[in-house]
Nanobody, 127 residues
Framework: QAQPVESGGGLVQPGGSLRLSCAVSGFSTDYYGIGWFREAPGKDREGVACITSASDSTSYYKDSVKARFTISRDDVENTVYLQMNDLQPEDTAIYYC???????????????????WGQGTQVTVSS
């Protein structure tokens, strides 16, 4: 079964930047969008950014990251990116990408058997 693969996590100081990648090759184009989610210690997983697969590539963001994070698609490379700037300690989490079958959303996660999740990549923001 095809599975998205995340990369790009690491340790960064407050105010720093990271770019996460989500490789989605092997999937048909019949999905609604790609979402980036994060799960901080002791907290529920939440959606922070999402981009539709349609030609208009509509993007959605959690309010707390809207001014700092940018989601984008490279259809040639079959990769979705999450550029994260001005990272703060509260951004520390495991970041997951997911191929979403029905909708693009942020916030509370709605698990579907038709969605496909990656294994995650750790982002740690600390001085």
């Amino acid at each position: 079964q095809a599975q998205p693969v995340e990369s790009g996590g690491g340790l960064v100081q407050p105010g720093g930047s990271l770019r996460l990648s989500c490789a989605v090759s092997g999937f048909s184009t019949d999905y609604y969008g790609i979402g980036w989610f994060r799960e901080a210690p002791g907290k529920d997983r939440e959606g922070v950014a999402c981009i539709t697969s349609a030609s208009d590539s509509t993007s959605y963001y959690k309010d707390s990251v809207k001014a700092r994070f940018t989601i984008s698609r490279d259809d040639v490379e079959n990769t979705v990116y999450l550029q994260m700037n001005d990272l703060q300690p509260e951004d520390t989490a495991i970041y997951y990408c997911a191929v979403l079958s029905n909708s693009c959303y942020i916030g509370t996660v709605y698990y579907s058997p038709y969605d496909h999740w990656g294994q995650g990549t750790q982002v740690t923001v600390s001085s």
